[in-house]
Every structure is written in structure tokens, then in C-alpha cells.
């Protein structure tokens, strides 16, 4: 029996919604979000959307794809461009992204939102959480705060994905990320 509660799930990446997709699922009626104007090349872009695109039809949960604004995103983090990874300018973009992903959700009729950028080791669940409240609250949504890199979630994404057969990307996804060498396997 598929559950009625809806949730929409902004995802960044194959790898990290797996671990997602698969915890939330017999609690929630899924659906993905793929809203990551940070991703640079793109042709970066374009594989990541790609395969989470397949990733999502293999699991039978719908896929919605957000506008590839780059020049939005650049602007949105202009002067945070030296910033280090995980400084600032990630703050700002995590911002960008789940103030995005709440306005779909509520323009959907979708009740709650959340996000797999917790799945990452390198990314400060605390900060994404309070951000995703702040959207939340702003758009007229509830926001599930979680830390999917708990419970071995980063290990059990790592298996998933190579059980799918899933791209794993070595980079964060920005061009800042990238310039940095910034090698996380993580989005």
C-alpha cells in the first residue's frame, strides 16, 4: 500500500538519494526534485540530471527538473567566489536551492519538503536544516529536518550506488569546487 503522506525531495545527485529514497519511502509518496543551478560544467549538469532522471524511473518515483539558472546562481554568490568549501558561499547556495525546492513544493500541493544534501559527510546537516525551516516557513511548507550520513547512510549511498550502477561525481559540483580540486565524491 503505497502511503498517502506526500513529500517532495530535492535531490542534487543519484548517489546521495538513494540512501534517501530508500529510508523514506514507506513513509512517504516520493517524488524528486532536481534543482542544482550550482553544477558546473554543463555538461556536469547534464549527467547528473541524467542519471538521476534514470535513477528515478528505476525506482518509480517522479521526476521534476528546476530551471539550470547558472547565471542566477553566480550572481547569487558573487563575492564568495574565494570563499573555502563549506564557508559561506555554500551557505548561500544551500539557501538558493532549498528556498526553491520550497516554493515548488508548495506550488505542488506538496506538504512537506527535505533534502539528501545531509547524505554527504562534508556537509553541516545543523546549517542545510535550519536553512530548510527558514524556506519552509517562508513558503508555507513543512521542512523534515534530517542527517541522512547518520545511521551509516554515506556507506549504505556508496553501496546503493554501486549496486545501480550509478556515476559518482568527485566533486562537489561548483565551478569554485571543481577550481579547489575539492574531491568529496559527494554532491
Known amino acids: 500500500m503505497q502511503p498517502e503522506k506526500r513529500l517532495l525531495l530535492h535531490v542534487c545527485c543519484a548517489p546521495d538519494a538513494t540512501v534517501v529514497v530508500e529510508r523514506m519511502s514507506a513513509e512517504y509518496a516520493l517524488a524528486v526534485y532536481f534543482y542544482d543551478p550550482n553544477i558546473h560544467p554543463e555538461s556536469e549538469y547534464i549527467l547528473r540530471r541524467d542519471e538521476m532522471a534514470r535513477l528515478s524511473e528505476r525506482l518509480g518515483v517522479p521526476f521534476y527538473e528546476g530551471e539550470y539558472d547558472v547565471d542566477r546562481w553566480l550572481e547569487v554568490v558573487r563575492g564568495l567566489e ?32 527535505t533534502t539528501v544534501l545531509t547524505v554527504s559527510p562534508h556537509k553541516d546537516a545543523d546549517l542545510i536544516n535550519r536553512l530548510g525551516q527558514e524556506a519552509a516557513t517562508a513558503h508555507g511548507v513543512e521542512y523534515l529536518a534530517g542527517n541522512f550520513k547518520k545511521k551509516d547512510g554515506f556507506k ?32
Do not use: D, H, I, K
Request: with cysteine; hydrophobic share 30%; charged share 25%.
Open 82 to 113: 574565494q570563499e573555502p568549501e563549506g564557508g559561506a558561499r555554500c551557505a548561500v547556495c544551500f539557501r538558493m536551492r532549498l528556498e526553491r525546492t520550497a516554493r515548488f513544493a508548495a506550488e505542488q500541493g506538496c506538504p512537506v519538503f
Open 156 to 187: 549504505r549511498s556508496l553501496e546503493l550506488s554501486r549496486e545501480y550502477g550509478l556515476y559518482r561525481q568527485n566533486y562537489c559540483g561548483c565551478t569554485f569546487s571543481m577550481r579547489e580540486g575539492s574531491v568529496e565524491n559527494q554532491s
